[in-house]
C-alpha cells in the first residue's frame, strides 16, 4: 500500500503495524453518514469531545483506502489499542477535509 498523500486528503493512521491510508472520498463519506447520520453533526460532536470510539471507528473504518484482511471487530480492537490520543491525528485529517473539501 502507497503512503498517505495529504495533497488528496489522505491520513495516514498506524494500526497494529501496519501503516494504513485513510482516504475519505465521497463513497467513503458516503458510507459513514449512512452509518453514523450528518456529517456536521459528527464534527460539531468532535469539537465538542462527545464523538464517541464506535463514531470514530466507524468513521475510520470507511475511509480505509484499503481493508486487507482486516475483519472490522479487529479493526476496532486496533483502533482501542491504539487509544484516542494517537488516532487524534488522522481524526483531525478528516475532520478537516470533510469541513474544507479538496485541498
Known sequence: MSAANPYRGEAALSLAGRELVLRPSFGALVAAE???????????????????????????????????????????DAVLALGLAAAAAPLRVLLRQILGGEP
Do not use: I, K, T, Y
Open 34 to 76: 449512512e452509518e453514523l447520520g450528518p456529517l456536521f453533526a459528527l464534527v460539531e460532536r468532535a469539537a465538542r469531545g462527545e464523538l464517541r470510539l464506535a463514531e470514530l471507528a466507524g468513521l475510520f473504518w470507511h475511509c480505509l483506502a484499503d481493508r486487507q484482511d482486516l475483519s472490522r471487530e479487529a479493526f476496532g
